[in-house]
């Protein structure tokens, strides 16, 4: 197995594409890996042909991004700092580099390396309608729990005029057996009254 092909195997190009100055980029040193050549190979192809790689397809990140980045580890001990600050790819400047890197298995790379910036790009916008419709959701749910606040309320409210209407019926029938029954002086008979009867 060609050395390129088993690093790009053992290493995840996912992992090695880094968010800088809001874009998805890949830094040199791990694209160089991938290809299976020196860091300053690739970058001495990219500055023959320069003129192919405008600013939005690759920029130099400055010593304050590599220190915040923590992308590159910098060692401040003598001897081990960098001497030239990495170069960034962007999607564009790595298609781009199929056009320096000629190879078929920079070719197989570069292909493996743009599909993964295309399902990065894809996950992204997925989770973005995904956190779309959650949002919709959560308002939704929001919408039905005060209203379900207000539905109880009115319960409330109206089982407590029903319970007032309920108690008012029963006082009034009360009212109504005690005046029926305090009521005992005797009647007169309804009829005609017969010259026999006194």
């Given at each position: 197995?060609?050395?390129?092909?088993?690093?790009?195997?053992?290493i995840s190009i996912e992992t090695l594409i880094?968010?800088?100055?809001?874009?998805?980029?890949?830094?040199?040193?791990?694209?160089?890996?991938?290809?299976?050549?020196?860091?300053?190979?690739?970058?001495?192809?990219v500055k023959r042909n320069?003129?192919?790689?405008?600013?939005?397809?690759?920029?130099?990140?400055?010593?304050?991004?590599?220190?915040?980045?923590?992308?590159?580890?910098?060692n401040t001990r003598q001897g081990h700092h960098l001497k030239y600050m990495p170069y960034a790819f962007t999607e564009q400047g790595v298609a781009m580099l199929s056009s320096v890197l000629k190879s078929d298995s920079?070719?197989?790379?570069?292909?493996?390396?743009?599909?993964?910036?295309?399902?990065?790009?894809?996950?992204?916008?997925?989770?973005?309608?995904?956190?779309?419709?959650?949002?919709?959701?959560?308002?939704?749910?929001?919408?039905?729990?005060?209203?379900?606040?207000?539905?109880l309320a009115a319960i409330n409210d109206v089982s407590e005029d029903v319970r007032k209407e309920i108690d008012t019926i029963y006082q009034a029938i009360a009212a109504l057996a005690v005046n029926t029954s305090s009521d005992s002086t005797p009647r007169k008979k309804i009829g005609f009254k017969s010259q026999n009867s006194k």
């Open positions: 197995m060609e050395k390129g092909k088993k690093e790009l195997t053992d880094y968010e800088i100055r809001g874009q998805k980029v890949m830094l040199d040193k791990d694209l160089a890996k991938l290809y299976g050549v020196e860091t300053k190979v690739l970058n001495q192809a320069i003129n192919r790689f405008p600013e939005d397809f690759m920029f130099q990140l400055t010593h304050e991004e590599c220190l915040r980045s923590q992308i590159v580890t910098l920079a070719i197989e790379i570069n292909i493996r390396i743009i599909r993964t910036f295309v399902f990065i790009r894809k996950s992204i916008y997925t989770s973005q309608i995904l956190n779309a419709e959650l949002e919709v959701i959560k308002s939704k749910l929001e919408l039905l729990e005060r209203n379900d606040e207000e539905n």
